[in-house]
């Protein structure tokens, strides 16, 4: 029962950072941030996005995304050391 609820917030997680991912890569596309999908897109990663925007931009690139996608990896791997001490 609790592999099953680990497993699914490992993908979870990982369909999150999925989602980062395509959320930045937007932003290359002119208007891409714009359609229906980068709408939704944003209401779901921007509020997490934020928390890692006091990073300031070098020139054109930002690198919060970055710093956001590695603190999800760095949670999901303490929930897996976690786990494994219970079990």
């Known amino acids: 029962m609790i592999a099953e609820i680990v497993i699914w917030l490992f993908r979870l997680v990982q369909y999150y950072e999925y989602a980062i991912v395509i959320y930045i890569l937007m932003s290359w596309l002119p208007g891409a941030r714009e359609s229906g999908l980068g709408r939704f897109l944003g209401r779901i990663v921007e509020p997490y996005l ?14 919060s995304p970055i710093v956001a996608i590695l603190a999800l990896n760095f949670a999901r791997s303490g929930l897996l050391h976690l786990v494994s001490i219970f079990l």
């Open 50 to 63: 934020r928390i890692f925007r006091f990073i300031p931009p070098i020139g054109m690139l930002d690198f």
